[in-house]
């Protein structure tokens, strides 16, 4: 037990560690639309917000005879309508992006694309801020800054779903959509009603969520507890929970991006290869100084040693006189408040969008599984692991295809040693 | 506010080819979750490669439909195989986070620029599906239409529908078939309790593997459908909340019937289309105050997948086995 413990702290001080001893600017991503008949199409972007007007692109067929030619508009959108189905060949003039912006790394400026009779079909540039060519040494560093800055992110937000699985053996898919709801109720503080400063909308923030994990605990879970429902049972209400709280979250405050009003643009601190903005420097001061408290409460406070005994065995626990459910209410109240806060960080980085919590639940489920099911220090190291493979692995591959590298990573450890890394091997299937 | 355009769509919905899709994805869950209890939350990953088997097959390799099918349904037992062997001995709720993970794996690769060539990424994917619609006997003439009022078809949906009913009835009787055999028995004492068929001397792992694999092909067969109703595929149809839709679909008619996917995929598709048509209607009412107009236009979508959500809700609360289940058949603890 001690070694274990000890080896899930080591691994989370060896990433701290790691990432002040060896930078990503935003990844770019194209993205496609279509919806009208035989044409050629798409939109000229990086991100959500970053549109390239006036780029020309000509279309010609196979034999080379020009078809036409368009210019994006101030939506970074064209289109061009093709005579007949068949293959085209799309080219992009280089010259006409703005300065800074080129075709990502292995990505060609002519594409031939086919096209069906009576059908749109979206023409993908990907385009993205030019390589500058960092040394990799440099480059190295900032991923693995932006690893733990992200893996910190995720660690915060699982707490409350290792802890609420320890104590009551709920597997609560809907914790992605309490993160979601921590970010778009800081937003709505921050930039819609009363224009808090973001600190403060986060503070309010944490409150919110923390009365909503209560609610949902004292309205919803106890209930269902005392009625003795299986897992299967509770998963699928979580589920449906999950479905309808995106849903709201998305009728309320729409399914495009929002940011916040703070701290968007700020300028980047030098300390010898990193470049880091003060924000991300007080995301990581703050999430790790929550952390060690997490840490030392369970381990040391009277509340933490209560919450441990109920992970390890609910009825002996409350046999000994420890009120469960007071110990539970508590550990959703504060799972719930950390999740919340997870979003501001998270939306603080990225943009607001409805899926926000559910892109990440994914990789909250995969740290809380690499370290072990409801081991709370496990699931810091796991979180850490995810964050941190997560970020690294854009030094190779795609950022497109980043999350594949800590799913991959968490089917393959479970492969090996199916309790997780730090967990207590117990007899399954 | 038209009813018979409201009750027409929900109608085209509830027998179209989406609910065929829909009812062959939950025919598979059954076999996994309703009779194994393998609690499988990657099913989409089976319909994706269902779908992307065909679609990649005749679009890329130009190869003829059926060998794409058949690519398709071959792609769904690697993926059941290869998802099995590191999965089926973890915890029931390890299992479903990893088979989520798989079929997210999948997505993002099939989906990402890199795989433009193969798969078209993310511009979707599209081909000729005319060796299908070829043997197509209903005219198909710009006025032919089949049915009646508002509930009708065009000659080209007519042949996918009949062709999809009548693949989920075959399915169906397989399904039941091989639940009534000794096989299914075995498979039924694992669900119930492992250890037990284990000390029986019978191989776990293995049925699972073939229950996995059975579940997994008829997962396949709805991608199938949906690469031929579409003529193509796009990655973005294939997110995870597809699979907790096909669980809607069982739970509503009940896990662990031989009925109960059908009709609860055609309840789901009725029901959603329903909402979703009755409020656009209503936004068109005059007597609306501008304000709740201004918010529901636009969001009929939203709100009835939000409607989806609290169906699963309360059916785990007051009806866990659905419309026609087995209330005692579904207090089992998945595992």
């Given at each position: ?55 020309e ?72 801020e ?39 053996g709920?597997v609560?898919?809907a ?7 921590g ?72 399914a ?103 892109q ?8 809380v ?61 | 506010?038209?009813f ?32 194994t ?13 269902g ?7 005749v ?36 299992f ?22 193969l ?66 028995r ?6 119930e ?44 149809g ?8 096909a ?11 031989y ?53 699963l ?21 998945a595992?």
């Amino acid at each position: 037990m001690w070694m274990r413990r000890l080896l899930a702290l080591a691994v989370f001080v060896l990433c701290f560690v790691l990432a002040w001893a060896v930078p990503v600017s935003a990844q770019s991503g194209s993205e496609a639309d279509s919806s009208q008949p035989t044409v050629l199409e798409d939109t000229l972007r990086v991100g959500f917000d970053q549109f390239f007007a006036g780029v020309e692109i000509t279309v010609a067929d196979q034999s080379g005879a020009s078809i036409g030619r368009a210019v994006t508009d101030s939506q970074g959108q064209w289109s061009v309508a093709v005579p007949v189905a068949g293959t085209y060949r799309v080219s992009l003039d280089q010259s006409t992006l703005p300065d800074g912006i080129g075709l990502r790394e292995g990505f060609e400026s002519i594409v031939e694309v086919a096209v069906l009779e009576g059908a749109s079909r979206a023409v993908v540039f990907a385009v993205g801020e030019a390589p500058k060519g960092t040394p990799f040494g440099d480059r190295a560093a900032q991923t693995v800054f932006n690893g733990l800055k992200f893996g910190l992110i995720i660690a915060m937000s699982a707490i409350g779903l290792s802890l609420i699985y320890g104590t009551t053996g709920l597997v609560n898919f809907a914790h992605g959509e309490l993160v979601t709801f921590g970010a778009v109720i800081a937003w709505y503080f921050n930039s819609s009603w009363g224009e808090l400063n973001l600190i403060v909308a986060a503070i309010v923030t944490m409150i919110v969520c923390g009365m909503l994990g209560a609610g949902l605990e004292t309205g919803l879970f106890r209930p269902l507890r005392n009625r003795r429902l299986g897992i299967f049972q509770l998963v699928v209400v979580t589920i449906g929970l999950s479905l309808l709280g995106r849903q709201v979250i998305q009728l309320f405050f729409g399914a495009e991006p929002l940011p916040y009003t703070d701290f968007q643009v700020q300028e980047r601190w030098e300390f010898g290869p990193w470049a880091v903005t003060p924000r991300e420097l007080m995301t990581v001061a703050v999430i790790i100084a929550i952390l060690l408290a997490m840490g030392l409460m369970l381990q040391w406070t009277r509340f933490g040693k209560a919450t441990r005994a109920v992970s390890d065995n609910a009825s002996l626990a409350e046999a000994s006189g420890i009120n469960v459910n007071r110990v539970v209410l508590m550990v959703w109240a504060i799972g719930a408040a950390l999740a919340g806060l997870g979003g501001v960080f998270q939306g603080l980085d990225t943009d607001i969008d409805p899926f926000l919590g559910f892109q990440l639940l994914l990789l909250i489920f995969a740290g809380v599984e690499l370290g072990g099911l409801g081991t709370a220090f496990g699931a810091m190291a796991g979180s850490l692991i995810i964050g941190m493979s997560t970020e690294v692995s854009t030094l190779w591959i795609s950022p497109e295809l980043k999350f594949v590298v800590p799913l991959a990573a968490l089917i393959l450890v479970l492969l090996f040693r199916p309790q997780g890394l730090f967990g207590i091997k117990a007899r399954v299937g | 506010m038209d009813f018979d355009i409201i009750f027409g769509n929900a109608a085209r919905a509830a027998f179209g080819p989406e609910a065929v899709i829909l009812a062959l994805a939950a025919i598979g869950l059954n076999v996994h979750f309703g009779f194994t209890g393998l609690l499988n939350f990657g099913q989409v990953g089976f319909l994706l490669l269902g779908a992307y088997g065909t679609s990649v097959s005749v679009a890329t390799f130009g190869w003829s439909l059926w060998v794409g099918i058949l690519v398709g349904l071959v792609l769904s037992v690697a993926l059941a195989v290869a998802l099995g062997f590191p999965t089926l001995r973890l915890h029931a709720v390890m299992f479903a986070i990893v088979t989520i993970a798989a079929a997210e794996i999948i997505r993002i690769l099939i989906g990402s620029t890199d795989a433009i060539g193969l798969t078209g990424g993310p511009l979707s994917v599209s081909f000729d599906a005319g060796a299908f619609y070829d043997l197509n006997p209903y005219p198909d003439g710009p006025h032919d239409r089949y049915g009646v009022g508002t509930f009708e078809f065009t000659g080209q949906q007519m042949w996918v529908i009949t062709v999809g009913w009548v693949l989920v009835a075959l399915v169906s009787l397989v399904v039941f078939l091989i639940v009534r055999s000794p096989w299914g028995r075995v498979l039924k004492s694992i669900r119930e309790d492992e250890d037990a068929a284990r000390s029986l001397g019978k191989n776990v792992f293995s049925y699972k593997m073939q229950a996995l694999i059975i579940g997994g092909v008829i997962g396949g067969l709805g991608g199938v459908i949906d690469a031929i109703k579409t003529s193509g595929a796009d990655p973005n149809g294939f997110r995870p909340q597809v699979t907790f839709f096909a669980y809607t679909a069982l739970l509503l008619g009940g896990a662990a019937t031989y009925m109960g996917p059908v009709l609860g995929a055609i309840l789901f598709w009725f029901l959603r289309e329903w909402i979703e048509s009755f409020l656009r209607q209503l936004t068109a009412e005059a007597w609306l105050p501008d304000a709740v107009a201004d918010f529901l236009s636009g969001s009929e979508g939203v709100i009835s997948v939000a409607m989806v959500g609290l169906t699963l809700v309360l059916l785990m609360l007051f009806r866990p086995q659905g419309i026609t289940g087995n209330r005692i058949e579904m207090q089992l603890d998945a595992r």
